[in-house]
């Protein structure tokens, strides 16, 4: 229960490890989007803030399917 063969966790340590990237994730996109209006000529803010918000994103669709 709660494990994926490569970390050993219970689930309320996963759902608790999903719901910290979620706020990760949403935060990082909140950001990417905000450099976008605010800051138009910094691509590198926005490239930067968009890959966070996806990878933070990704491990907590991870930790999710793990739980």
Known sequence: MGSDGLI???QDCWV???KYNLLLAT???V???GARTMLA???LLIVENG???LLF???QTYAWLSS
Do not use: I
């Open 41 to 43: 000529d910094n691509v």
């Open 31 to 33: 950001l990417a989007v």
């Open 57 to 59: 994103g990704a491990v």
């Open 51 to 53: 890959a966070l918000a």
């Open 27 to 29: 935060m990082f996109g």
């Open 8 to 10: 050993e966790l219970d």
């Open 16 to 18: 608790a490890f999903a």
